[in-house]
């Protein structure tokens, strides 16, 4: 009993001391790149096919990306003289390929070896012409095989640098049948590029995560995990957490009374070092996610933090059916009772955050 008091009062502290009735001091947006779930291996004279999903710039219209790759097992050799070991990379807006974006072959300068990368673009939702950017890697004749790894990075405009548009200067080619129509498409997972920031204990700061998930399924979970890195005196201090979708933000603000009202899987109020949130989000909130970050320290110190989540793709064979009747029945009540324990509580739209009516 002592134990749920002590939890009830802390709560009550966090949510309604005179600095969670402000809103934000800062208000800033995570980069984020695209990876494959794990390394990757290529038998030479092969080609894989990638997909990373923009949901029609939504959330990324104007940024800038640039595919890379990197070789474990050779060294990178693109040199014409003897066995090459280097893997062809293109980039195009569909999965015919026949709109060639990028070509680290094509666009190596003159005299020069392709490079382990593309050169930039800049993605235009009015100028693309379809949903996502498609990425295929073909191996080079050097190696029997490569194992290697894939980065599309993207990167937020910036005033003092200009990058033209994709499809400024596109090649068209013919689509290539036997590549695009027995080639698989990987469906690269979002990664937030981890994000560093400083707040003076007892300010929040308010980071949007913008994610394009896919309407594939009913509902998404991811993880967003908050670190505070060890003090040098080891005094005591950290973050609360507190997630948002875009539907439960208020005034373009993720109040803290809103993502307690809906569940302890969207906020870690434990001021840790190690701060995690967990939610789920079901298909009707899809879009953006906005992280609210309380520092947590003594009176006026600085805290420094670093945010970072993944999206993963949703594994295709989480129902795995044997045919044995007695055995599919447990898996199939197991599996959805997993859902239904995952699924976030229903979102009350008419809620009015304590936080706003004394800011009001």
Same mark, same amino acid.
């Not at 502290?13 to 969670?20: G, H, K, T, W």
């Not at 070991?85 to 070509?103: E, Q, Y």
């Not at 399924?217 to 875009?246: H, K, M, W």
């Not at 079901?282 to 320290?297: D, F, I, N, W």
């Given at each position: ?58 959330? !990324? ?20 003289? *003897? ?98 129509? *027995? ?79 809906? *569940? ?29 970050? !309380?520092?947590? *320290? ?12 993944? !999206? ?49």
């Amino acid at each position: 009993m002592a134990m749920i008091l002590l939890t009830i009062t802390a709560m009550t502290a966090l949510l309604f001391s005179p600095a969670s009735a402000a809103g934000p001091v800062t208000r800033k947006t995570m980069t984020i790149s695209y990876a494959p779930d794990s390394a990757l291996v290529i038998n030479e004279g092969d080609t894989q096919m990638f997909r990373a999903p923009l949901c029609r710039g939504m959330y !990324l219209d104007k940024w800038t990306f640039k595919a890379k790759v990197y070789m474990m097992n050779v060294p990178w050799d693109a040199s014409e003289v *003897g066995d090459d070991s280097w893997l062809h990379i293109k980039v195009s807006n569909g999965p015919d390929m026949t709109k060639i974006v990028r070509d680290n072959a094509r666009d190596a300068s003159a005299g020069a070896d392709p490079q382990p990368f593309t050169k930039p673009f800049t993605y235009d939702s009015t100028t693309w012409g379809s949903d996502d950017i498609y990425i295929s890697v073909t191996a080079s004749q050097g190696n029997p095989t490569f194992q290697y790894g894939l980065e599309l990075s993207a990167d937020q405009p910036r005033d003092d640098l200009v990058i033209p548009d994709g499809m400024d200067g596109v090649d068209t080619v013919s689509e290539n049948h036997s590549l695009t129509r *027995g080639c698989k498409i990987t469906t690269l997972d979002q990664v937030a590029v981890p994000f560093n920031d400083q707040l003076t204990s007892g300010d929040s700061g308010q980071y949007k995560i913008p994610f394009c998930i896919e309407d594939t399924y009913d509902q998404r979970s991811l993880t967003v995990t908050t670190l505070v890195p060890e003090s040098i005196n080891e005094a005591p201090g950290g973050v609360a957490s507190f997630l948002c979708t875009s539907s439960m933000m208020k005034v373009d603000t993720c109040w803290r009374s809103v993502v307690t009202k809906r *569940g302890g899987q969207f906020y870690d109020p434990s001021g840790a070092k190690v701060n995690a949130v967990t939610p789920t989000i079901p298909k009707a909130e899809y879009g953006s996610l906005y992280l609210l970050v !309380l520092a947590q *320290g003594n009176y006026h110190d600085k805290v420094d933090f670093t945010i970072t989540t993944k !999206l993963r793709s949703p594994p295709t064979d989480s129902l795995k059916l044997t045919g044995h009747s007695e055995k599919d029945l447990h898996s199939v009540l197991s599996y959805l009772k997993n859902s239904y324990e995952n699924k976030a509580a229903p979102l009350d739209p008419d809620f009015q955050p304590e936080e706003l009516k004394e800011e009001l």
